[in-house]
């Protein structure tokens, strides 16, 4: 093989190795690694290809690093996973294209969530699902509402009881919902959220299944609708 070939699978076979020896036990969690010269040392391999190596370890999850400190060995955890996986996603799309990706997933979670709720929720999560709307009709009008809009998604989706599912709702669909675009009027358009968050309320309590799909699919495309909408250019300007 090629000098390129060999350059390229040197820094996986590094991180193998030393993630390797954390499972093991070899490299104690929490403890730093030896540093980069006497990593170097060992491998035979130059510092870019060691760095390399590190930071495929910190993509998945097996080291921590920064603050001028050496990496420290950890297990890896369903939320650094995740976050870096949710990094490079964004880095790979693009702004415009992972929003609307990730409304894609958003859609699936919820709408899912929302027939699980009607499904199987049970009287301490309806409860915890009220509490959370009554704090968000409280908040229309106010700067709270944006937290207490979240919190009522939140509780909804953690009835399905997945902390899969839970993370990723927690990372990008609440990012999306802080980073909303500001209104006209914020009373209208709190109350007409605060609405759809009733009508979803009522049909999990109900039991209804297929009412608590719809309402959910109808909230999320209205909500996509108008921040697409508040993204255009109040001029656009002429195409040829």
């Not at 090629?2 to 390229?8: F, G, K, R």
């Not at 193998?16 to 491998?43: K, N, Y």
């Not at 992972?98 to 009607?118: D, K, P, Y």
Request: charged share 25%.
């Amino acid at each position: 093989m090629s000098d390129m070939t060999e350059a390229i699978r040197m820094p996986d076979m590094i991180a193998d190795t030393l993630i390797s020896e954390i499972r093991d036990g070899g490299i104690a969690v929490g403890s730093q690694l030896p540093p980069e010269r006497e990593l170097c040392e060992r491998f035979d391999a130059s510092r870019p290809t060691v760095r390399e190596a590190l930071a495929l370890m910190q993509m998945r999850g097996f080291i921590e690093a920064g603050g001028g400190r050496r990496p420290r060995a950890v297990r890896p955890s369903l939320q650094t996973i995740l976050v870096s996986a949710g990094d490079h996603i964004r880095d790979l799309l693009g702004d415009a294209e992972s929003g609307a990706h990730l409304e894609q997933m958003r859609q699936f979670i919820e709408t899912g969530a929302a027939r699980e709720a009607a499904m199987r929720g049970d009287r301490v999560q309806i409860a915890r699902l009220q509490d959370a709307l009554d704090r968000n009709e409280a908040a229309i009008g106010t700067p709270r509402f944006a937290e207490t809009d979240i919190a009522f998604h939140r509780a909804l989706v953690s009835i399905v009881g997945n902390p899969v599912i839970l993370t990723l709702h927690d990372m990008f669909v609440s990012g999306l919902l802080a980073q909303r675009p500001a209104v006209e009027d914020p009373a209208k358009h709190d109350a007409i959220a605060h609405a759809e968050h009733r009508a979803i309320y009522d049909a999990v309590l109900g039991g209804d299944v297929m009412a608590a799909t719809e309402v959910m699919d109808r909230h999320l495309a209205r909500s996509y609708r108008a921040r697409l909408n508040k993204s255009k250019p109040a001029n656009p300007p002429a195409t040829s």
